[in-house]
């Protein structure tokens, strides 16, 4: 799987998290691992490094702290996780990138009463 780098927040590391784009239009997610190999904890300020007009097509959870959980696809291969810089209380999972849709009609300006 080949990544594209979008951004990273919430570490005075600088390693992590980080928000990848892959070569499989899903986003691969580098975060703070959980109890659970499928799920990871990332600062909501990842999110804004989404592509335009997409977003993590996957149910995240607000922790009530600044981070939200996010369950996805553990990564494993080998040829993937030697692209990314994990420190030990991190790990990567893979998620859809989902296109946004804009289903409303243009909205007018109504005069203030």
Not at 15 to 39: M, N, S
Not at 58 to 80: H, I, K, Q, W, Y
Request: aromatic content about 8%; charged content about 25%; hydrophobic content about 35%.
């Amino acid at each position: 799987m080949r990544l594209r780098f979008l951004g990273k927040a919430g570490s005075k590391s600088g390693d992590c998290p980080t928000l990848y784009a892959t070569d499989r239009g899903t986003y691969l997610v580098q975060a703070w691992k959980t109890q659970k190999p499928e799920t990871v904890e990332l600062p909501h300020l990842l999110l804004g490094f989404s592509e335009p007009d997409t977003f993590i097509g996957a149910t995240m959870t607000d922790t009530g702290r600044g981070t939200f959980r996010l369950s996805g696809r553990p990564v494993t291969e080998p040829e993937t996780l030697a692209q990314l810089t994990l420190a030990d209380d991190e790990t990567a999972i893979e998620v859809p990138m989902t296109r946004r849709n804009f289903y409303g009609g243009a909205t007018t300006e109504q005069p203030v009463a």
